[in-house]
Every structure is written in structure tokens, then in C-alpha cells.
């Protein structure tokens, strides 16, 4: 799927489609770290992608994506130090300050989400597109990559019609999408990955907070609980 995205992202898709398009970069991520990461690579769109992800940050501003951000950073961050592309290990730093402002930004977006809901109703089985993909291409068991199925493009053209159907306030409410990431509490999570990288990773510990202002440092203490 994550080969299906990548060349219409580098056409400089509008930001309807910029937006849904980088949940599906960001969800393959999470699912499979390693691979994407090595698509990434193997496409040489590691560096032009995370740019293009943090120029754009600040489009992804509702409960779902910034939860996306959080776990997509942190899954980054437990990989090996072979796993992860040179491009990406020299600027861990300035990630790990990405994963702190995604985190000051969800309160403001959940309270959003949550004055919207008691303002309408919310549908039971409105499950967001992205929680049906496939997010990840898989290798075959000789280890060829596939072909994209023509199934993954038909989802592509899918949201992209979609994208194009709605307007500038859906990318900050999304009180009318369920998806798998609800029941995810994304400061637990990072509390505990963090505890388990000082634990044993404390070079890598020590590279992710090192960036870290008076400012970041108290808005993890006030959320990281």
C-alpha cells in the first residue's frame, strides 16, 4: 500500500489529499516499522517523506492523526539502531521534539472532539477507511515484493475522490470517526516507552530528550502520567 502512496505524494498532492495520504504513510508505519522504513528507503523517499510530514504537522491536528503521529514516532524510536535509515538516526532528536508537540496538541483537539459529539450525534459504525487497508506491503515468501494490486489502487482513487468532497473542517473534528486508535492512550504509551528505552536503551534515551526545552519537559510532565 505504502507504494501505491509514494508516487502521489511526490506529485505535491492539495492538502486534502496531502493529509489522508500521509494517515496512510503513518499507519503503515505503525503496523510494520521495519518494512515501511525499508520502502521508504528502497523508493529513496525516506528524507523527502519526513519533511514533507513535519513541513505539514501542523495539518494534522485532530484526535486521530496526532494519536497516528505519537505511535508512528514511537515505533521509530524502539528500532534498532540497524533498522533505522542513517537519514532518519541523525535527526532522532528533532523527531522525538515532533512526538512532544503532538502530545501538547491532542488536550486542545480531544476537547474539540468532545464539545462536537455533544453537539451532535455520533454514528455507532462510522469506521474510518484507513482501518480497512492493508497498510503495508508484504514481501512474498521468497522474499520478491509484490506488485500494487489493483484492488490497493482502486482505495487509493477511493480516498483521493472522497479528499476532494469535503472541506477544511473535517481535518480538525473528526468526532464523527470511530477508528482503532479510540481505546489508545497515547500518554501511557509514551510513558512506557520511555521508561523501557531508559531501561535499556539509555544512549537512545539520552539522544531522544536531549533537544528537549524547559517547555517540552514540562508539557511531558503535565501529560506523561
Known amino acids: 500500500m505504502l ?3 509514494i508516487p502521489i505524494l511526490r506529485k505535491n498532492p492539495s492538502k486534502q489529499y496531502l493529509i489522508k495520504l500521509t494517515e496512510v504513510a503513518l499507519a503503515s508505519i505503525c503496523n510494520n516499522t521495519s518494512l515501511a522504513l525499508s520502502i521508504l528507503e528502497t523508493e529513496s523517499f525516506t528524507e523527502q517523506f519526513f519533511t514533507l510530514w513535519f513541513d505539514n504537522m501542523d ?5 486521530y492523526d496526532l494519536k497516528l503521529v505519537v505511535l508512528s514516532l514511537l515505533s521509530i ?6 533498522s533505522i535509515p542513517a537519514s532518519i538516526q541523525c535527526i ?3 523527531l522525538s521534539k515532533g512526538l512532544v508537540r ?4 491532542l488536550p486542545a483537539a480531544t476537547k474539540r472532539r468532545e464539545e462536537a459529539e455533544n453537539t451532535f450525534d455520533r454514528p455507532a459504525t462510522n469506521i474510518s477507511i484507513i482501518n480497512n487497508w492493508n497498510d503495508v506491503d508484504e514481501e512474498d515468501e521468497e522474499g520478491e515484493e509484490p506488485l500494487e494490486s489493483t484492488d ?5 482513487n477511493a480516498i483521493l475522490e472522497a479528499a476532494s468532497n469535503i472541506n477544511d473542517s473535517y481535518f480538525l473534528d473528526d468526532s464523527y470517526s470511530e ?5 489508545v492512550n497515547p500518554y501511557s504509551v509514551v510513558k512506557h516507552t520511555f521508561l523501557e528505552l531508559e531501561k535499556n536503551s539509555p544512549e537512545r534515551y539520552k539522544l531522544l530528550i536531549e533537544k528537549y526545552t ?3 519537559i514540562k508539557t511531558i510532565d503535565q501529560l506523561v502520567i
Not at 102 to 105: D, K, L, R, V, Y
Not at 152 to 156: C, G, H, N, S, W
Request: proline share 3%; hydrophobic share 40%; net charge negative.
Open 3 to 5: 507504494r501505491t502512496v
Open 59 to 63: 495539518k494534522l491536528q485532530n484526535v
Open 77 to 82: 524510536f524502539v528500532l534498532p539502531d540497524e
Open 92 to 94: 532522532l532528536g528533532q
Open 102 to 105: 503532538a502530545i501538547g496538541a
Open 152 to 156: 490497493d489502487t482502486q482505495r487509493i
Open 179 to 183: 477508528t482503532v486508535l479510540d481505546v
Open 214 to 216: 524547559s517547555d517540552d
